[in-house]
Nanobody, 115 residues
Framework: QVQLVESGGGLVQPGGSLRLSCAAS????????MRWYRQAPGKQRELVAG???????NYVDSVKGRFTISRDNAKNTVYLQMNSLNAEDTAVYYC?????????WGQGTQVTVSS
């Protein structure tokens, strides 16, 4: 079955960087778009970045120029490189795939930006 496992979250100071990873299994990874979402306390889950199977990417305006989504199809893994982090980036980050009309989520990884 489809499984998504995120890792790489943690506590970082403002201005710092983190790289999130999402290891996928149970489907042909290279054929599907992958997405990163985040959910801050008291807020709705929002789409942060997406990457198509062909490598095209898109980002929410608030992270453009700071975050980079990438994928390694040989490792069935999607990444989110996050630079210049600020307090507003504090959230649980989730990996997502839509597969055969079903939506799958990982368990999430906490990112906390604080001094």
């Amino acid at each position: 079955q489809v499984q998504l496992v995120e890792s790489g979250g943690g506590l970082v100071q403002p201005g710092g960087s983190l790289r999130l990873s999402c290891a996928a299994s149970g489907f042909t990874f290279s054929r599907y778009a992958m997405r990163w979402y985040r959910q801050a306390p008291g807020k709705q889950r929002e789409l942060v970045a997406g990457i198509l199977s062909v490598g095209l990417t898109n980002y929410v305006d608030s992270v453009k120029g700071r975050f980079t989504i990438s994928r390694d199809n040989a490792k069935n893994t999607v990444y989110l490189q996050m630079n210049s982090l600020n307090a507003e980036d504090t959230a649980v980050y989730y990996c997502n795939v839509n597969y055969y009309s079903n939506t799958y989520w990982g368990q999430g990884t906490q990112v906390t930006v604080s001094s």
